[in-house]
Structures are given as structure tokens and as C-alpha cells.
């Protein structure tokens, strides 16, 4: 996915001169392509998140595209009162890029598990948020965050993902992307997470279940038609996201449905309002607090019979 955003950064900065490219010491294999092409409009600040984020911002106050490229937390947590301030408050065109969303840096512990970015960002006035699933919707996405004008936040997942979506296929990620049809449950997913509720769908689609299936590239602004549709045509809603349930995607879904008489349930999968004390690979740490395609399935099982 990383590679994937790198790819269409640079095939886009060939015709903007205005695009700088940022980083906290890190990236380097997965920057060189920018490095190489732009020399003069890459900037590395050093382990200096804080005030690279001030950088960006002045910068783009002065008529630049600033793209900030770190792991998930260390460009959004660490940084939460420049962008605030010094970004978000003054619609600067500084565009933060998070690698590493969710689990996706497993191994190295809790410090390094981006689970509270998404409720955070979408938070902040004027900034807009986008959760690709693949690599196909990163480039999508990519293509739409340098379009919009001010503070967005682009979440990525690690890298070697499997594409999802067809290789033709034109996606609109300002729009919620259909991948199945069906009535009785409708499954909202952002980001990497896609993969598995992708094969949760799969498997109950194998036991009868009537079940549409969404992505949602976009969060903010998001959907809200997708959401209002199906609400007046599904049972059961469940969103699924690899990140804290409080204040994330699965919120922003609920505040969409509260605003509106409907007879829908709704159950939003991830991370069940706590630390990830637990340290193991993406797909391990997914198995561990219950957010595997076979723990999906069961849960929503559990709650559509009842």
C-alpha cells in the first residue's frame, strides 16, 4: 500500500511543483522513488515530528502542498496539537500520512499500534480522513487527498497487501465502494480490515445470509447516503475497523444512525476500548482480540439470531 501511494505521489508531483514531500527519519526504501525524482523537494526533519509538522504547516502558508509522511502515531498522537493549531486551524494544505494503521506494526508493541488515530483526526475541524483498504484504493485515495484543498489524513496499512479490488475497476472514494449485494446485514469496513470481512462475508453468504458489503475509503466526510439506505433495508448493521471502537469509523456510523428513526441493530467490531498489551504479528493480534474473518462471522451470527 505504501509503495502503491509512493508510486502515484511521484507520477502526480511531475506535474505540481508545489508538492513537498516531509519525513521523520524514516522510509527511505520506500521514499527513494520521490528521493531520486525530486532531490530539492524532500525534506527529512529527524526524529522531530512536532516540529516538522510546524514546518509543513508554514510551508504550506506559503503556497506549497506538504506531504508528512511517519508511522501512524508518531504523525497523528505525537503531533495532535500542531496539527490542530498550526494545521487544521488555518485549513493549510498539509497532507498527513500515516503508515503502519491499526496492527500493522505488531511486533514492536502498543507504542507503535495506530488504534486511536482515525477518532482523533476526524475530530479536528477541516480535516478531512481517508482509510484505504488496498493498494488500488490507496492510489484512489491519494489521487483525492492531493485534490482537496487543506488538512487531510491518509491511513495506510504497512505494505504487501492483497488487492481487493479489480485491477479495471474505478473507484470513487469519496463514495462508499460496493463488493456485495444482499439485504438482511449490511457489513461497513475501513481499511486493511477489508480483507477479512471480506471472507466473513463469504462464509455467510455459504449459510444463507443475505449480506451487502461496503468500503469505505472516506470517513470524513463520509457516506451518509450509503448508510441511510441501509439502515431502511437491513436487519443488522456492522462496521468493522482495526481500531479502538470508541470515536472511530464504527462511531461515525452511529452518528449518522442516531439522527434518524430506523429499526436497524448495530454492532461495531475492533478494538473493545483498551491497550493492545498484546504483541504479535498483524494477523495474530487480529485473532487475538477478535477481529479474524471467523470471529466477524460468529459475532455477527450471534447477534442477527437474537
Known amino acids: 500500500m505504501r509503495n502503491s501511494f509512493v508510486k502515484k505521489l511521484v507520477e502526480i508531483a511531475k506535474d505540481r511543483e508545489?508538492?513537498?514531500?516531509?519525513?521523520?527519519?524514516?522510509g527511505y526504501n520506500a521514499l527513494d522513488l520521490f528521493i531520486e525524482n525530486f532531490p530539492d523537494r524532500f525534506i527529512n526533519a529527524g526524529i522531530a515530528e512536532q516540529n516538522m509538522m510546524g514546518v509543513a504547516a508554514g510551508m504550506a502558508k506559503e503556497g506549497k502542498t506538504v506531504v508528512v509522511y511517519s508511522i501512524g502515531n508518531f504523525t497523528t498522537l505525537r503531533c495532535i496539537e500542531q496539527i490542530r493549531n498550526d494545521c487544521a486551524y488555518n485549513n493549510a494544505d498539509v497532507k498527513i500520512v500515516s503508515v503502519g494503521g491499526g496492527f500493522a506494526y505488531g511486533t514492536l508493541g502498543m507504542t507503535h499500534h495506530a488504534t486511536e488515530d482515525i477518532a482523533m483526526m476526524r475530530a479536528l475541524p477541516n480535516v478531512k480522513v481517508f482509510s484505504p483498504a488496498d493498494p488500488l484504493e490507496a492510489i484512489a485515495c491519494t489521487e483525492e487527498m492531493l485534490k482537496q484543498k487543506g488538512t487531510c489524513y491518509l491511513r495506510l496499512n504497512r505494505g504487501n497487501e492483497?488487492?481487493?479490488?479489480?485491477?479495471?475497476?474505478?473507484?470513487d472514494v469519496k463514495s462508499a465502494i460496493k463488493m456485495n449485494d444482499g439485504n438482511d446485514i449490511a457489513i461497513f469496513s475501513t481499511g486493511n480490515i477489508l480483507y477479512e470481512a471480506k471472507k466473513a462475508c463469504e462464509e455467510l453468504k455459504e449459510k444463507g445470509f443475505a449480506v451487502g458489503l461496503y468500503s469505505f475509503p472516506m470517513i470524513k466526510p463520509i457516506d451518509k447516503q450509503t448508510i441511510l439506505r441501509c439502515i431502511n433495508e437491513s436487519k443488522l448493521i456492522i462496521t468493522i475497523e482495526e481500531h479502538n471502537i470508541m470515536g472511530g469509523f464504527g462511531g461515525a456510523v452511529a452518528e449518522v444512525m442516531s439522527e434518524v428513526p430506523h429499526n436497524s441493530k448495530?454492532?461495531?467490531i475492533g478494538l473493545n476500548d483498551e491497550y493492545t498489551s498484546i504483541v504479535g504479528k498483524q494477523n495474530y493480534l487480529r485473532e487475538q482480540y477478535k477481529m479474524s474473518a471467523k470471529e466477524i462471522e460468529e459475532r455477527i451470527i450471534s447477534v442477527y439470531n437474537h
Not at 162 to 171: A, D, F, R, V, W
Open 18 to 26: 508545489d508538492i513537498i514531500l516531509i519525513t521523520g527519519d524514516l
Open 162 to 171: 492483497e488487492i481487493i479490488h479489480g485491477e479495471n475497476e474505478k473507484l
Open 266 to 268: 448495530l454492532l461495531r
